[in-house]
Nanobody, 123 residues
Framework: QVQLVESGGGLVQAGGSLRVSCVAS?????MGWFRQAPGKEREFVSA????????NYADSVKGRFTISRDNAKNTVYLQMNSLKPEDTARYYC???????????????????WGHGTQVTVSS
């Protein structure tokens, strides 16, 4: 059972930056960030593996968000720059334990989830 705890959300003005973190009780294979706005489906944001340098981003955040990890701290980060009001959502980290070569963007493929952290971007 992998436990995930997110932190770092908050209120920021459009154009600003925020970094959210996710501490994992143990390392799985892939860590992902998803977000969900009220009335919308949960959507993929970014993913990274605990080993190697591969990452994946949703088109909507490419060039603005950066995912990274600190293996010594079992922590994954999502640095969010040039934030827009449409980035407002609850951000969740998730663990995918499957050994695959392709990053999944489907929430159903992720086995463990944190409770999320709220990010609100004001215009």
């Amino acid at each position: 059972q992998v436990q995930l705890v997110e932190s770092g959300g908050g209120l920021v003005q459009a154009g600003g930056s925020l970094r959210v973190s996710c501490v994992a009780s143990e390392r799985s294979f892939t860590m992902g960030w998803f977000r969900q706005a009220p009335g919308k489906e949960r959507e993929f944001v970014s993913a990274i593996r605990w080993s190697g340098s591969d990452t994946n981003y949703a088109d909507s955040v490419k060039g603005r968000f950066t995912i990274s990890r600190d293996n010594a701290k079992n922590t994954v980060y999502l640095q969010m720059n040039s934030l827009k009001p449409e980035d407002t959502a609850r951000y969740y980290c998730a663990a995918d334990t499957r050994l695959t070569t392709i990053f999944s963007t489907r929430p159903d493929d992720y086995d463990y989830w944190g409770h999320g952290t709220q990010v609100t971007v004001s215009s």
